[in-house]
């Protein structure tokens, strides 16, 4: 069975400083992996997805992600964090069956002045 | 419109009462989701329907009531329903649930309060 894993519930940075939010994918076939990010009372957005063909991502809003499949993960960076990217993000897996995603539980972003 | 929308956007309902919630996509998706999101919890996935066909019932209590008319629209039907219920319920629509590497596209979503 799929399942995604998102270390940390909960991550703060300041402004301009890296953002890193972590997560790891467990499947037994290749997966397609897919950011998602929830602004307040708001649905959740597409940032970004890895479908095989290149390892590195790049997204919306200046977020990127690497597949490394060694290490089965898909962590989310943006060089230089801002006030506006205070939301909650998801990462989520494709399942082989049905296209159905099985989402992480989340990591709430917020950023400092 | 565009994208997913869904109305109404917050909704307060006693347990006795009778509600739906309705979702519209303009993607030209064949596929519509419903999710719950509550605090704290995973999203989790409720309904699936493929083309006006429902493919996916998630052990979801009968006091849910998902139609699907049409593949625009999307509704959830409520009634009689407990406190813990009381969540953020989205609506998603994808292109083909077949193909692995197509994205959902979400509604904002209703956010549901039952007293």
């Known amino acids: 069975a799929q399942s995604v894993t998102q270390l940390g519930s909960h991550v703060s940075v300041s402004e301009g400083a890296l953002v890193l939010l972590r997560c790891n994918y467990s499947?037994?076939?290749?997966?397609?992996l897919f950011w998602y990010v929830q602004y307040p009372n708001q649905g959740l957005q597409l940032l970004l997805k890895?479908?095989?063909?290149?390892?590195l991502v790049k997204g919306i809003n200046g977020f990127e992600a690497e597949f490394k499949k060694s290490e089965t993960s898909f962590h989310l960076t943006k060089p230089s964090a801002h006030m506006s990217d205070a939301a909650e993000y998801f990462c989520?897996?494709?399942?082989?069956?049905?296209?159905?995603?099985?989402f992480g539980q989340g990591t709430e972003l917020s950023v400092k002045p | 419109e565009t994208g997913v929308t869904q109305t109404p956007r917050h909704l307060v309902m006693g347990m006795t009462n009778k509600k739906s919630l309705k979702c519209e996509q303009h993607?030209?998706?064949?596929?519509m989701y419903w999710y719950k999101q509550s605090a704290k919890k995973p999203l989790e996935l409720m309904f699936v329907?493929?083309?006006?066909?429902?493919?996916e019932n998630n052990s979801v209590p009968s006091r849910f009531s998902p139609e699907c008319p049409n593949s625009s629209h999307l509704f959830l039907h409520l009634h009689t329903l407990q406190p813990e219920d009381s969540a953020l319920y989205l609506c998603?629509?994808?292109?083909?649930?077949?193909?692995?590497?197509?994205?959902?596209?979400f509604g904002p979503g209703t956010r549901l309060t039952v007293t």
């Open positions: 989520a897996v494709s399942r082989n069956q049905g296209g159905k995603l099985i």
């Open positions: 993607l030209g998706h064949n596929a």
């Open positions: 998603a629509s994808s292109q083909d649930p077949s193909v692995y590497s197509y994205e959902q596209y």
């Open positions: 329907y493929n083309f006006k066909e429902q493919t």
């Open positions: 890895y479908t095989s063909a290149a390892t």
């Open positions: 499947s037994s076939v290749p997966p397609y």
